[in-house]
């Protein structure tokens, strides 16, 4: 679960419990030696332009309960969204480094770095925020339950930011009155500054995430993009 919220400004640095089963955490920093270089991660750039995208997400018909806060200290003015098999939110981009560390995702680089997450790969590892791109949802509240809608970890996502269209996964969790943060990698494919220390952007981010989407391992990229881009264009191409 990601603990940070806030690039520039406030950030929250007590990690909130997640449900029943999480893993314990492991020590939160980790020796200079773990900090290995990471695969560089797959990039594939969507058919679906961006401004026909946005276009079918005007309006919103909220499926939360109530709004989300950006970061800590700030007004609840952020709520979920609904359409046609998947749900939206548009809020700022913090970012998320937690989960198996490397060159620039560690105890030394990210003072609110934890090297564990919500959800692992297929191989029982914690996935890399440097090379995965990947979304974080709030955990379960009486505003909003990320499981009531057909969402885990591993559903498939698309982020906008601009003109660009980035596929992910959820790949984590975060404070349950706070939404709007992804990983290093997906910040780094939108063009938006990945450090997590000062990084992120304040605003202009959508997040679309489709119901009962899940890939067979949250680390395929590949698969994430092939699936991404059938229901992007099956979405943008639909008259609801």
Request: charged fraction near 20%.
């Amino acid at each position: 679960m990601s603990p940070r919220r806030g690039s520039l400004i406030v950030r929250v640095q007590t990690l909130t419990l997640v449900a029943a089963g999480a893993a314990l955490l492991a020590p939160a920093t980790m020796p200079a030696a773990a900090h290995q270089q990471a695969p560089t991660s797959v990039r594939r750039d969507s058919t679906v332009g961006a401004a026909d995208l946005l276009a079918k997400l005007r309006g919103c018909k909220p499926v939360s309960k109530g709004r989300y806060r950006t970061d800590a200290g700030t007004p609840a003015t952020v709520p979920v969204c609904g359409v046609p098999g998947a749900v939206f939110w548009k809020a700022d981009m913090d970012i998320d480094c937690d989960g198996r560390p490397g060159p620039h995702c560690n105890g030394d680089t990210d003072p609110w770095f934890q090297p564990t997450t919500a959800f692992r790969q297929s191989d029982g590892r914690y996935p890399s925020a440097e090379t995965l791109p990947s979304i974080v949802v709030p955990a379960p509240s009486r505003v909003w339950n990320y499981r009531e809608h057909g969402i885990r970890g591993g559903s498939v996502a698309v982020v906008i930011h601009e003109n660009r269209v980035q596929y992910a996964v959820v790949g984590d969790t975060g404070p349950r009155k706070i939404i709007g943060e992804a990983s290093y990698a997906t910040a780094e494919a939108l063009g938006i500054r990945p450090d997590p220390r000062t990084g992120g952007t304040n605003s202009g981010v959508t997040y679309l995430v489709f119901k009962d989407s899940n890939v067979s391992a949250i680390e395929d990229q590949e698969e994430t993009a092939a699936k991404g881009e059938e229901l992007l264009r099956r979405f943008v191409g639909s008259t609801d």
